[in-house]
């Protein structure tokens, strides 16, 4: 890969050196050297704003066990490092991230606080119940079958545990028609909300991000 290629998120959306099918593949599975260094690195800076709206929404408790599937350049682990004293669980289906994870939270991985997993969204290696908070940010417009994600996360969800989606809707993303066109699905929060719905969560509800950058995201919250 170039070493002149931008290094910031809306840059590389914007560029016209990356083509956007690359582009795609990449926010969808970082792979790679430009996966490993460039991407992870461009994911925790350009989506900084809705990581941190997400996992606030968790309003962590000290106690509370919690899983990032998903994790990219991993800010959500390293906020919910902040917010409580138990154990700490990053899963992503990309072999590259989860190296790039070891190297970028390795102060937290060395602790034993935090274990970062390989795996697909719809087949954690949880047990059932396990966990009471979980986030996942800009990831579901790449599930191919968002019904058993949900399932999944409920599977390991512990009675009352939260989940919380951090989103951009579809008519923010629709300004990025020449990525998203390779293989995203787009959502409002209708739809995630629907989706949570009939996946068994209560007290469903949505925040809208506001601010010229965040304009369009959203965060939904269900509770299991
Ligand atoms: C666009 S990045 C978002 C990363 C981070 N959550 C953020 O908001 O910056 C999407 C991440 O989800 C992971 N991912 C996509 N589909 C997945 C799946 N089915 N199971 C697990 N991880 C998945 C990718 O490997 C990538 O790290």
Redesign the pocket.
């Known amino acids: 890969m170039a070493t002149a290629s931008p290094r910031k998120l809306s840059d590389m959306l914007a560029s016209k050196a990356l083509p956007h099918r690359f582009l795609a593949s990449q ?4 792979t790679g050297r430009f996966g490993r260094w460039v991407m992870t690195r461009a ?2 800076h ?2 900084a704003a ?2 941190l709206a997400t996992v606030d929404a968790l309003e962590l408790r000290r106690d509370d066990t919690f899983l ?6 991993g ?2 682990l390293r906020l919910a490092a902040e917010r409580t004293q138990a154990p700490l669980f990053g ?4 072999p590259d ?1 989860v190296v790039a994870g070891q190297r970028r939270l390795r102060a937290l991985v060395a602790s034993g606080r935090l274990n970062l997993l390989c ?4 087949a954690l290696p949880l047990r059932d119940q396990f966990v009471n908070a979980i986030c ?4 579901i417009y ?2 191919p079958d968002p019904e058993r ?1 949900l399932d999944a996360l409920r599977r390991v969800s512990a009675p009352g545990g939260r989940i919380a989606f ?1 989103y951009s809707g579809a008519t923010k993303m629709s300004n990025f028609d020449g990525i998203t066109r390779h293989g995203f699905r787009l959502y409002e929060p209708a739809q995630v909300e629907s989706l949570l719905r009939d996946a068994g969560l209560h007290n469903i509800q949505t925040r809208a991000l506001s601010g010229s950058h965040s304009e369009g995201d959203y965060v939904t919250l269900g509770v299991v």
């Open positions: 926010l969808r599975r970082p994911l925790d350009g989506n809705l990581v990032d599937v998903g994790f990219g350049g800010l959500g899963a992503d289906f990309s991230v795996a697909d969204v719809a996942t940010t800009n990831t790449f599930w994600a951090g």
